[in-house]
């Protein structure tokens, strides 16, 4: 296996394009329609075709970096354990905000065309993001960033290890058959679950998955070593609800 890298963006280019591709299952047809209708104009026809758009144009627009993620400390001093707004997204500049801000435009059919493009490129890439653990929890390490373990003796971060590190571990050979599989076993009680709450609930959900891989993390951190058995399946769960949660986002906004 190649060696894993120390910093990456959510869930890599394999994460996304598996979250966008569960998505597509569960459009419903007027958002689909409306979906297809946009994504005709960059002459492409998947959600997974833009969904590592935002990430591709962060150096032209390093702006838009802080909106991938949001910083819930593990440890709070004030606020409560879990996504308060005031404390964790000052200016409405993190993920959880442009959610919520994308998902008005998206669904404005009086904004220009192009406009509710992008609304559509960043919402698809941010969904997938908000269901990274380490995109919505901080322990003083720039989420996980700074916490470096061994995986397969290979040196690399918590972070890095939960962007791409275990699915390329798992390689997967066709990505979108793998989605497939995934959206096909979502039982119906998971489905009408996940699609409940919002962009915020979402954030404390993901930060408490990362607070529990703190936890666990501790003892293999110490041995420099991770488990691919323990921890692949929450991957696979993660990637499940952001695709079925991007598509009721998508739904709502586009009826």
Known sequence: MAALPTVGFAWGVEGHHIAADIAEQYLEPEAAR???ELLDLENVTTLADVSTWADDIRRQRPQTGRWHYVNIPIH???GPSGYDAVRDCPDDNCVVAKIDEFAVVLGDKSAQPRERLEALKFLVHFVADIHQPFHCAD???RGGND???SFLGRNTTLHALWDSGLLQAAAIPDEREYALKLAQSIKP????RWRRGTASDWATESY???RTIYGDSQEARSLQVFYEAEYLPVVATQLQKAGVRL???LNGALK
């Open 34 to 36: 409306q979906v297809h």
């Open 139 to 141: 322990d003083h390490d």
């Open 208 to 210: 408490e998955r990362a």
């Open 76 to 78: 709070p001093q004030n």
């Open 147 to 149: 916490t470096h373990v």
């Open 189 to 192: 009680a998971n489905l009408d």
């Open 247 to 249: 598509a009721n986002l």
